[in-house]
T-cell receptor
C-alpha cells in the first residue's frame, strides 16, 4: 500500500512569511502527528490529529497550527516564519494514534528560512 | 533535559566491527521503540520492546529492554555500511505522550 506522502519536499522562505505543509497518511490510518527535527533538538512533537480533532499538542508557539480533513489528510501551517523554524518537518501516520503502535513516517518537508 | 538520553551521539566505525548504543531514562516505560532514519528519509520502525529484560534479535541487531523498563540498548554485530543512519529510541512514560531521544548517528566505513 502507498506510504505517507509529504509535500513539498523542499522549500525556501524568508522571515515573516508563512508556509503550509501537507501530509497524506496511509489509507485507513486516522492519526496524523507532526514533528520538527533539528540537529540540536532531535524530533520534537508538534501535534497529533485523530479523526479531524487535535488530540495532543507539543510545546510550540501559536504560530504553529494544523488541521485534519475528513479524508485524514493533514496540513500544518507556520506563520510569521523565524530563522529558527528552519528544520525538517516530519509527519507520521498510525492506525490508532501516537503511543499505540508503529508510526509510519513520510520523507519530510525540509524548510529553510532565510 | 531530554527524557530519553541516547549515547553516544556520534559513532564512526569500520565495517565488521561491533557496537552498542544506549537509550536511558529515569522514567519507567511500558514499551520502547527503536527507529532508524537514513539520509533523506523518515524514521522506520525496527523493533518494539515491551517486557522488562526482553531481548529481541533482528538479523545482526540485538535489542534489549532493561529489567526496570527504564533503559534499552541496541547491539550491532559485524556492522556493514548499510547500517549507517540515525538510530532513535522512542517511548511514552505512563500518562505521558511519546517522546524521542536525540538519536545516535552511526557511520560505518567500508
Amino acid at each position: 500500500k502507498a506510504g505517507v506522502t509529504q509535500t513539498p519536499r523542499y522549500l525556501i522562505k524568508t522571515r515573516g512569511q508563512q508556509v503550509t505543509l501537507s501530509c497524506s497518511p496511509i489509507s485507513g490510518h486516522r492519526s496524523v502527528s507532526w514533528y520538527q527535527q533539528t540537529p540540536g533538538q532531535g524530533l520534537q512533537f508538534l501535534f497529533e490529529y485523530f479523526s479531524e480533532t487535535q488530540r495532543n499538542k507539543g510545546n510550540f508557539p501559536g504560530r504553529f497550527s494544523g488541521r485534519q480533513f475528513s479524508n485524514s489528510r493533514s496540513e500544518m501551517n507556520v506563520s510569521t516564519l523565524e530563522l529558527g523554524d528552519s528544520a525538517l518537518y516530519l509527519c507520521a501516520s498510525s492506525l490508532n494514534g501516537v503511543g499505540t503502535g508503529e508510526l509510519f513516517f513520510g520523507e519530510g518537508s525540509r524548510l529553510t528560512v532565510l | 533535559t531530554q527524557l530519553l538520553e541516547q549515547s553516544p551521539q556520534f559513532l564512526s566505525i569500520q565495517e565488521g566491527e561491533n557496537l552498542t548504543v544506549y537509550c536511558n531514562s529515569s522514567s519507567v516505560f511500558s514499551s520502547l521503540q527503536w527507529y532508524r532514519q537514513e539520509p533523506g528519509e523518515g524514521p522506520v520502525l525496527l523493533v518494539t520492546v515491551v517486557t522488562g529484560g526482553e531481548v529481541k534479535k533482528l538479523k545482526r541487531l540485538t535489542f534489549q529492554f532493561g529489567d526496570a523498563r527504564k533503559d534499552s540498548s541496541l547491539h550491532i554485530t559485524a556492522a556493514q555500511p548499510g547500517d549507517t543512519g540515525l538510530y532513535l529510541c522512542a517511548g511514552a512514560p505512563t500518562g505521558s505522550r511519546l517522546t524521542f531521544g536525540e538519536g545516535t548517528q552511526l557511520t560505518v566505513n567500508p
